[in-house]
Structure formats: C-alpha cells, structure tokens
C-alpha cells in the first residue's frame, strides 16, 4: 500500500493486522508493506542495522519508515483478525438472496458492493440493471439493496476503479448500439447502514468511446488515464482491433489500429493488460 500524503506506523499496522498479518514494514516514507516475521529469513530476507532506515513517516514525524531500498520492522501487538485460518479458508455460505443476476460486482470505497447486469436488452424486464449491497443490513432484504440505474446494456463491458479521491467506477463499452460506446460513472457514496444518493452517471452525447466495443479491457495507466484494448463491434460482430485512451488526450481522434490483435481475431476478446512497475510500459498477454 502506498500513502503518499498521510502515512504512519499505526495505520500501516492496523491494515495488516485486519488482513491477519503481525508485521508491516514501512519503506521510503510512504510504503506498507504487510507479512510475517518468520518468513523475513525464510524469504532470503536480511536483518540490517536500523540505522539504515533515516526515513520519518510522512504522515508521523517521530517514527521512522524505512528508506531506500530498506524496510522498517514494527510488529503489531493487538488482536488479529483470523479470517485466513485454515477453519475459515475454502468456505462459502449463503448470506442473501440477489435481485439481480451480476455481470460485473465492485467493491466501493463505501465498503458496499455494486453490481451491475444486462438492461434494456435482457430477458428480465423489470431489471434496473444495477444495485448497491450493504453488507452491514443483510438481516432486511427491503434495505441492504438500493436500487440504482444505468442506461445501457452492459453485457461484457468492462469495469474500473479510477486512482482518485472519489474512488469512482468506471464502466466501457456493452452489448450493441449506444451500449458500445458507453462510458458510465459512479461515485460511492453513503456508510455502514446509510444508503448514498448518488447514481450511475452516463450521457453518450457528452462523452462516449470512439470505436464501439463488446468484450474490451480496459487498464489505468501510470498517468491516471484509461487505457481500452479491443473488443468486437456489437456482440459476436467485426473485431474491432485497436486502442483508445480517456480522455482523448488533445481532442480529436485519437484511436491506434492494432495489427497484431488483427491478427489474433477471436482470440483478442478481454486481453490481459498490466502496467510493469519498472517504466510504466504496458504488457498484453490474449
């Protein structure tokens, strides 16, 4: 986990130890890095002097939190959550009913859970094609969904999460005509047992995908920006090999054909996308 502005040894502990994990090592100010002890030396890890670490928290000035290429060991101290013990791994069981059948399923940064599924063009009519899950009101059906709406098929869209502040979803592309060229937001918002008011935003007159795309993948770049790869025009119809990014940087028409998903047609569907951490370049794998 990176904190760029606010980060500290009790926070970086506090998230480790609710993910079950007694150590956190803290590294260039701004870094959490979460695990156990004994696997340190067991990992070809290497106990070095603490003097080594000359790095104040960014957000804690009197603790260190490590330096270049050194992690700072604190250990937490309270109580664990044990969810990954081997009585609760590999275990599923029902919580609720769903009103909807999801395609695509989000967690918010409201720690609620969006899902969205086919409209306009499903079989179930009187879908909206969207709902918001509290996991904090299971025990009411009538009040842990809230119903939202979106104004397009979705089907094999393809769905992220923006680096912002708002922690927006965003959501490319759908089943066939205006759902092509969707592009649709939402901002979590609302708490534990308060249902928000905000809505799936979408307008393909203010902004839309310039090539439609059915099954696309899409990918935040190390600038902030989108990235959208492939996809065929309308659901099993021409490919449709190229890339985009939002927002079109300059204006205009921005697209890149691509020759090698060109090539690869129907195997292009959905591409495998990663930005390498080592110079931001991005590597496709189909």
């Known amino acids: 986990m990176v904190n760029t502005v606010n980060n500290t040894v009790q926070s970086c502990l506090k998230r480790c130890s609710d993910y079950g994990y007694p150590a956190g090592g803290l590294e ?37 939190c490590g330096g270049q290429q050194r992690l700072q060991l604190y250990q937490w101290s309270g109580d664990l959550n044990v969810w990954y013990e081997p009585q609760n791994t590999g275990h599923y069981e029902f919580l609720i009913s769903s009103p909807v059948i999801p395609l ?18 499903s079989v179930y009519p009187n879908s909206t094609g969207a709902y918001e899950l509290d996991l904090t009101l299971v025990y009411d059906y009538t009040k842990t969904w809230r119903e939202m709406h ?26 066939s005509v205006d ?30 995908l310039q090539r439609g795309r059915w099954y696309p993948t899409a990918l935040v770049l190390a600038n902030g920006s989108v990235l959208v790869v492939g996809g065929e025009h309308g659901s099993n119809g021409a490919p449709e090999p190229s890339l985009e990014i939002l927002p079109k940087p300059g204006g205009g028409d921005t697209v890149m054909e691509l020759d090698w998903l060109a090539r690869t ?22």
């Open 28 to 64: 260039y100010a701004e870094e959490c890095y979460c695990g156990d002890v004994e696997e340190i030396e067991a990992n070809g890890g290497v106990m070095r002097p603490e003097s080594e670490c000359n790095m104040l928290c960014n957000g804690d000035p009197y603790h260190l």
């Open 104 to 121: 695509i399923s989000t967690l918010g940064i409201n720690d609620k859970v969006t899902f969205v599924e086919k409209w306009g063009t």
């Open 150 to 175: 979106i104004k397009s098929d979705v089907f094999c869209a393809a769905s992220l999460i923006l680096p912002d502040k708002a922690g927006r979803q965003i959501n490319v592309g759908g089943w």
């Open 179 to 208: 759902s092509l060229y969707g592009v649709r937001f939402y901002s979590p918002d609302g708490s534990a047992g308060v249902n928000g008011t905000n809505d799936w935003e979408e307008d393909i007159h203010v902004l839309a």
């Open 265 to 286: 047609d129907p195997n292009n569907l959905y591409p495998f996308m990663y930005v390498l951490p080592t110079n931001g370049d991005i590597f496709v794998s189909e």
